[in-house]
């Protein structure tokens, strides 16, 4: 069974970077990729990014501009969302999601953490 757990959510404003990360406890080979997910108020979850454990492949949403990077540590099970430039409209709960492998979409993700706020005021 794997756990998954965020940290790193708070308020910031607008321009400033935040990091993200996230603990996948007991996680297997056959986990291998991990991805990170947000819900603003009132919106749908939407795919920001994901990345193989393994080879570190990596896919991201294009409305990220180039603001946002993912990463990895396989030796701590643990990934990363670097967030630069934030937006106001960047603000929303962001969670991150174990699966089996590469996806954009949440339902091919079978782990999930409880999520972290991210607010960005203007």
């Known amino acids: 069974q794997v756990q998954v757990a965020e940290s790193g959510g708070r308020l910031v404003q607008a321009g400033d970077s935040l990091r993200l990360s996230c603990t996948a406890s007991?996680?297997?080979?056959?986990?291998?990729?991990v991805a990170w997910f947000r819900q603003a108020p009132g919106k749908e979850l939407v795919f920001v990014a994901a990345i193989t454990w393994s080879g570190g492949v990596i896919y991201y949403i294009d409305f990220l501009e180039g603001r946002f990077t993912i990463s990895r540590d396989t030796a701590k099970n643990t990934a990363y969302l670097q967030m630069n430039s934030l937006k106001p409209e960047d603000t929303a709960v962001y969670y991150c999601?174990?699966?089996?492998?590469?996806?954009?979409?949440?339902?091919?993700?079978?782990?999930w953490g409880l999520g972290t706020q991210v607010t960005v005021s203007s």
């Open positions: 007991g996680r297997t080979a056959s986990s291998d990729a």
């Open positions: 999601a174990v699966g089996a492998a590469l996806s954009l979409r949440s339902r091919d993700f079978g782990y």
